[in-house]
Nanobody, 115 residues
């Protein structure tokens, strides 16, 4: 089992920045994928960004050039840097870890972009 705990969400004005963190604990395998998803009210959960254990990353078109996903393997932590935030980025952001056994999810952290 893997446990994930997100933090860093909050209220920010349009154009602002936030950094989300996801700390993983438990039986973490060396080959995996970490990702951030988000879900806005009334919408389906969508992939925002993902990074593999060999540091390959991909992004949703809506966040390319604004968000950056990166990890610190020594701390078992993955981050999502959110820049140039827009009101449409408002959502609950979830961390996900995938290995050959399962997908594991965190509890989510709220990001609200509003003036």
């Amino acid at each position: 089992q893997v446990q994930l705990v997100e933090s860093g969400g909050g209220l920010v004005q349009p154009g602002g920045s936030l950094r989300l963190s996801c700390v993983a604990s438990g039986n973490i395998l060396p080959i995996n994928t970490m990702a951030w998803y988000r879900q806005a009210p009334g919408k389906q959960r969508e992939l925002v960004a993902a990074i593999t254990s060999d540091n390959r990353s991909n992004y949703a078109d809506s966040v390319k050039g604004r968000f950056i996903i990166f990890g610190d393997s020594a701390k078992n932590t993955v981050y999502l840097q959110l820049n140039s935030l827009k009101p449409e980025d408002t959502a609950v952001y979830y961390c996900m870890e995938r290995d050959y056994r399962n997908d594991y999810w965190g509890q989510g952290t709220q990001v609200t972009v509003s003036s």
